[in-house]
């Protein structure tokens, strides 16, 4: 099996200001690819350490990955490092110079001295074109081992990494023993309620399959991988599985594949049935209406949203009646439910959907205590409410109440009667 | 200065199915004790690699923090690997054996071989107590240098690196240096016009300062750090660097300390001269708000917003006279302004900003490429638009536009007369 190291530079990263969110990304990645990614390196900005580290690794492994380092500082000296490593001169290259200048133009900057180092590299290399920012990356080869040299910037590497080394890879090592990974996405369910549907997998297990629980703010991914000499060999031993997950998840399951996003799903289905929605936010404060607008072609069917923090909002710009608050709170049911009206009435959209409860961390009564959040739905004809009982955290309380609404409004546009994490529906 | 590695054992860390949160956290807290952190090194459960490199590390370094592989099952080897590496026979901890055996009645589970075997540690080691698991933590001692195992579940990691590596390194090293460490945050400046105006910081880094450029979604932030034998003498040493950046960075500076937001900073700023805002949105499409809110206690300034997508909502929930946009554009100044003027108007608020653009990455024009944002501000009294060319990527357009709005009310209410990123205000 061809094996992979990943270096990751830079003092942030060993002092804990950074998390290494890089070095997963990237492992994940090249794992698919069939590789072993035997270690992970984090070093400091220290010119011998990277230099001998990526000496080391390209004696020792087929490829090496390397992110960080290159951008336009004095503490950025990865360029450098390799540089003397292959005792190759720099030159400035052509076409990323003008991509630098191009970008300082657009933006109305000025091109600083250390703006066009940027555009220096090794002669030894050939350049990975990085349209996404002003840091290039590399490519090398010593004696039939790779070395990449990529930006540290999360979604600059990430492109490189797919547009440019992920090509050469397939090219270098076309017989490369395949691995096929497949990623199922549930909401609404916990963790543990979760595996306990899915069961025993050991007889999967066995048979050379991966499973992994992965729980994220988004809800719980299942991960499952295989391998095999061909990509049929390896689908063939997700098949079942596949099937199994697929009945016992059902309602819960709201997408599969890596990029799947829960909005982007419930956008879908909004484009696909021709419905538009609205948006009415106290506790959740933009964060709903952010989700749904992330989506690239959200303004079809997103109409808007008010965020309406203060109680005057509520009634001004949404018509809630000032009575209802008075008698009822703000965090209520029939608050929740006049805003949602108020919302679909005043953006005349199919669907409107509102949040009302106390995010934390003060702002809690007996009561009413932190956590408690009342969610109000007009889908078409139908209006009900939810009411939940979150963390003490007042940034999951605003990322766990969206996801409910989001996946309360997906199960219904998709005739499952259920709802997540088991809650009632209230009829008005 | 005393030198530190982390070696964090575990497949899933590699395959990129878990992200190393805990090498951040240890090389955090080691770096506050007093430790150069020099490598954090990411092996899989492989017996001889892992005994070669904690091998290797116990050579080189004063302490060695080993996490991962402690647990019941087949691939947990690092306690066998490490007594091997000792040449130390295995002995049951009675207390251990006893705490695994209350935890399982406790839970009523049935005690497994596996489980009592976990009770065994290395004759060289003392145990760490670890009351929250059945993993204990191991201590070793080598030619002067320390090694600690530590199990690799988070909560567990942790309250044994408090409860007892910690203590043990104060009665080790009573000398030991102290760290302090310092954040300047900014925004509104790219890393390298900023890495310019602070200058060459050579004659500060020759006196053992260390300054890292740390470029984030919400700006640049630059830290600085310093180590002595006391705290004085540590913070002596960032005084004139201290100044300096104050100095140089003065406007675009926004807060100092780790945790400091820049809607954080706006609250305090809103708070203090006792003014509430309101927020239009179209292309941020309520990230803005959402940050806004993000802070506790935000309800004392944020009167709530609108996120107009769609023009209908432009004209029916913010006022916007359908002719402008009809003539101008969504995308103008005149709407921008149109919108800020809205918004301030329907929530009675002291300042309303909107934003208006081409978020991509579909919907761009050559009159309008992707990218375009218009930012109306009425602050008070002053009303004035910018105008900003980003990027070709939807999220980061909705972040970076937020940012530059966010730090436009900081500078406006802070007296500061220029704009981030030398963007020229226009008046209506």
């Known amino acids: 099996m061809r094996r992979a190291h990943i270096i990751s530079i830079g003092n942030e990263l060993l002092i804990g200001d950074t998390v290494n969110t890089n070095a997963a990304w990237i492992g994940a990645m090249l794992t698919e690819t069939g590789f072993y990614v035997e270690q992970v390196f984090t070093i400091p900005d220290d010119y011998q350490l990277i230099k001998?580290?990526?000496s080391d690794s390209l004696e020792q492994v087929d490829l090496t990955i390397v992110t960080g380092g290159l951008g336009p500082t004095h503490d950025d000296i990865t360029k450098k490092a390799v540089a003397d490593l292959f005792e190759s001169e720099l030159r400035e290259d052509k076409e990323v110079l003008n991509h630098i200048e191009?970008?300082?133009?657009?933006?109305?900057?000025?091109?600083?001295?250390?703006?066009?180092?940027?555009?220096?590299?090794?002669?030894?290399?050939?350049?990975?074109?990085?349209?996404k920012g002003t840091a290039p990356g590399m490519w090398f080869e010593k004696k039939g081992n790779y070395l990449a040299l990529l930006p540290g910037v999360p979604h600059e590497m990430k492109y490189l990494m797919r547009e440019e080394v992920a090509p050469r890879l397939s090219d270098l090592y076309p017989g490369i023993e395949v691995w096929v990974t497949d990623y199922f996405k549930t909401a609404g369910v916990p963790?543990?309620?979760l595996s306990e549907r899915v069961g025993n997998l050991d007889r999967f297990i066995q048979n050379g399959v991966g499973v992994a629980y992965l729980p994220g703010a988004g809800g719980v991914?299942?991960?499952?991988?295989?391998?095999?000499p061909k990509k049929q060999d390896a689908e063939k031993k997700l098949t079942v599985l596949k099937k199994e997950l697929n009945m016992e998840l059902s309602d819960c399951l709201f997408g599969k594949g890596k990029e799947a996003t829960l909005s982007g799903v419930v956008g879908k289905i909004l484009t696909d049935q021709g419905l538009t929605i609205s948006v009415a936010e106290s506790c959740t404060g933009g964060y709903l209406s952010s989700k749904l607008t992330d989506v690239p072609g959200s303004s079809h069917y997103m109409l808007g949203g008010v965020v309406a923090y203060s109680n005057e909002s509520k009634s001004g710009l949404l018509g809630v009646d000032p009575a209802i608050i008075e008698k009822y709170g703000a965090v209520s049911r029939a608050t929740?439910?006049?805003?949602?009206?108020g919302v679909k009435e005043r953006f005349e959209s199919d669907i409107g959907v509102s949040t009302t409860g106390i995010a934390g961390p003060g702002g809690g009564s007996e009561e009413k205590p932190v956590g408690l959040v009342w969610m109000g739905f007009c889908i078409k004809e139908k209006e009900f409410a939810l009411k939940a009982q979150?963390?003490?955290?007042?940034?999951l309380n605003k990322q766990r109440s969206s996801i409910v609404v989001l996946e309360t409004i997906r199960r219904e546009l998709s005739g499952i009667p259920n709802?997540?994490?088991?809650?009632?529906?209230q009829f008005p």
């Open 52 to 54: 001998s580290q990526i």
């Open 102 to 131: 191009q970008i300082f133009e657009r933006r109305g900057f000025l091109l600083s001295p250390s703006n066009i180092e940027q555009a220096q590299v090794p002669n030894a290399c050939s350049v990975l074109f990085n349209p």
């Open 191 to 193: 963790e543990s309620t």
């Open 221 to 228: 991914t299942i991960r499952i991988s295989a391998s095999g």
């Open 336 to 341: 929740a439910m006049a805003m949602a009206r």
């Open 390 to 395: 979150l963390s003490k955290e007042r940034l």
């Open 419 to 425: 709802y997540p994490y088991e809650l009632k529906p």
